[in-house]
């Protein structure tokens, strides 16, 4: 599938008509900015601060990549020990549905008493326990729940265990993969930032919203939203790029007609 410039056109027309109207609606009802501030006003602040929002965003789209990963590789390994041992499955599977359920305000405290509240581990583990249920679970049932006709096919060849995982197995898995990834790649910048709320260095987005809403710059707070906004969009759009790489034939599904 060829990349396609129009595809950008509806989502950036629709940005553009809503910052408008957000900017509209605010002039023209005169809504006070420390209930929501203009459009314009964040932009300004945006360009006046934009060391300190670079930095910060550095800072905590660094914590949120690391734990992303970490909770990627943990959940795939796991996954596939879950595929090979029916045992370690049903132990892990109801574990990680009770854990996924634990809202994320509760994990940062926890985790601080166990890493630290002054340095960024705690942050990370956050972020890793945030992103690795949703992969886990998704990529374990898209290893097990394979056509027994195809298990059987490859069986018959005298396939081993290993080239059914390789060859039937891990193709059956990758959409439901590339599911969890675009769930928990935007999903491990809010992990970081609730985590910074708890603790941690002070040169991070989240600490920028409280310091900058605790003394009433919310447009400046708003400026600090937006730059995590853009991190959560990076994010997912690399999940995007990986899924395209990793299942071509998946994307060209519904294009075939239209290109021909």
Known sequence: MKFRPGALAPP???????L?????TVRGFG???????KPSSIWEQ???QWPTLRHAGWETGRIAVSGLVVGILAGVLLAVGATRFRTLQEGLTPLAVAVNATPII???PIF???FGITGSLSNQAVVVAVVFFPVFINTAKGLTEVHPDEIELMRSYAAGEWTILREVRIPNALPFFANALRLVAPLSVIAAIVAEYFGGPQDRIGNVITSNAGFARYDAAWAAIAVASAVGLALFATA???ERLSMPWRLTEGYGETEN
Do not use: S, Y
Request: net charge negative; proline share 3%.
């Open 112 to 114: 601080n008493a166990w």
């Open 46 to 48: 945006l360009v006046d």
């Open 31 to 37: 809504i006070r900015e420390f209930l929501l501030p």
């Open 20 to 24: 408008g109207a957000w900017e509209l």
């Open 12 to 18: 950036l027309v629709a940005g553009v008509l809503f």
């Open 240 to 242: 995007l790029l990986v």
């Open 106 to 108: 509760a994990l940062a």
